[in-house]
């Protein structure tokens, strides 16, 4: 059970501008994405539309763009595309009773507003301000205290604060969250994080295609690198 169950996007709302000249959107015009599992991945090459995708699919469940919970509404700079404000989501008959947005590149924006509110919130992120603690920390911090059962969590690339055993620890905590109700819909690189059972994994080029965690494009490329690093190496660099 999912949620959110499907994106997409209606034709009469086609600007011919950006981000509509993206050929993800266009492609998405034609094909709703069907979210059909608790825990959907978006992977592709950097440019390819996955945070872009991710960011609008937040702010048209109700997300600040930035991060946060839905009762976020702070700004720092608007950069974030108008393709929200044009995504239609179709919601199963459950719904969340929690959620969160994480952006990788705002995460520290989301923690200055979580110290200005003060009031008492630190107890939900672990008891003391997350700026105390490394960006790895505080994002594991999140993960555990703040992220609950029966939640929608959507993430954009949150390994780029991560080890390799924060990811694994993070997979874990997905896991155990996913058992209790929640669902994820996250843009990563990560070929650990990708590895999460019963996940859907939709790579982006000029479309949106689903495939398997062996054919991801991270998960291919990583395995092919630490096969062979001298080989490869001396492919790459020659």
Not at 130 to 148: A, I, K, P, Q, V
Not at 158 to 166: D, F, I, K, M, T
Not at 183 to 205: D, K, M, R, V
Not at 215 to 229: S, W
Request: aromatic fraction near 8%; hydrophobic fraction near 40%.
């Amino acid at each position: 059970m999912t949620f959110i169950r499907q994106v997409r996007l209606d034709h009469r709302d086609d600007t011919h501008r950006y981000p509509f000249t993206l050929p993800v959107v266009r492609h998405l015009l034609d094909h709703p994405v069907e979210l059909r599992t608790p825990v959907t991945f978006l992977v592709g090459g950097n440019g390819a539309g996955k945070s872009t995708l991710v960011e609008a699919i937040a702010v048209a469940a109700g997300f600040n763009a930035e991060g946060g919970t839905q009762s976020f509404r702070f700004a720092t700079k608007a950069t974030e595309s108008s393709l929200g404000e044009y995504l239609t989501l179709s919601w199963g008959t459950r719904k969340p009773r929690t959620g969160f947005f994480l952006r990788a590149e705002s995460f520290y924006n989301v923690i200055t507003e979580i110290d200005r509110i003060g009031a008492g919130i630190h107890s939900s992120y672990g008891g003391r301000s997350l700026h105390e603690r490394s960006h790895g920390e505080s994002f594991l911090d999140l993960m555990t205290h703040r992220f609950g059962g029966r939640g929608l969590y959507v993430l954009d690339e949150p390994e780029a604060a991560l080890s390799v055993q924060g990811c694994l620890t993070v997979l874990r905590r997905m896991h155990d969250l996913v058992r209790e109700g929640s669902q994820f819909i996250i843009a990563t690189h990560s070929p650990i994080l990708l590895a999460s059972p019963g996940a859907t994994i939709l790579e982006i080029t000029d479309t949106i295609d689903e495939v398997s965690y062996d054919a991801a494009e991270p998960v291919a490329l990583t395995r092919n690198f630490l096969g062979d690093p001298g080989r490869f190496l001396a492919h790459l660099l020659d």
